[in-house]
């Protein structure tokens, strides 16, 4: 009968792990390890984006890239559990609707 050498299983355990470290977070990971809801993606759609890419003014959350306007009390807009701001449009496209807009808690 054959019996691996525990050595040798320790070896292919360390490696598999140190490869699966290695590996980025899945697609639909925040950078900082939370997941995005799944109504808000659909492993491609969210991302990190900076404070340079929204703008608050009195009418909601304005996306530059795409001057589209999310009323700050619109269902869309959710808190950023990491104070970042990420956003989340159809196919992940930076012409694409908003899905959902994590925005940070104000003063953070």
């Known amino acids: 009968m054959f019996a691996p050498c ?5 070896f292919a355990v360390a490696v598999s792990t140190g490869l699966l470290a290695a590996l980025p977070a899945r697609a639909h990971d925040a950078r900082s390890g939370w997941i995005y809801p ?5 492993n491609y759609d969210c991302r990190e984006v900076g404070d340079a890419d929204i703008d608050e003014g009195p009418q909601g959350y304005v996306i530059r890239t795409t001057g589209e306007v999310i009323p700050m009390t619109d269902a ?13 449009s159809r196919g992940g496209k930076q012409d694409g609707a908003t899905i959902c ?3 940070p808690p104000r003063g953070y």
């Open 6 to 10: 525990p050595s040798r299983v320790a």
């Open 38 to 42: 799944l109504e808000c993606c659909s």
């Open 76 to 88: 869309k807009v959710k808190m950023s559990p990491d104070g970042e701001f990420h956003w989340c």
């Open 101 to 103: 807009l994590f925005v």
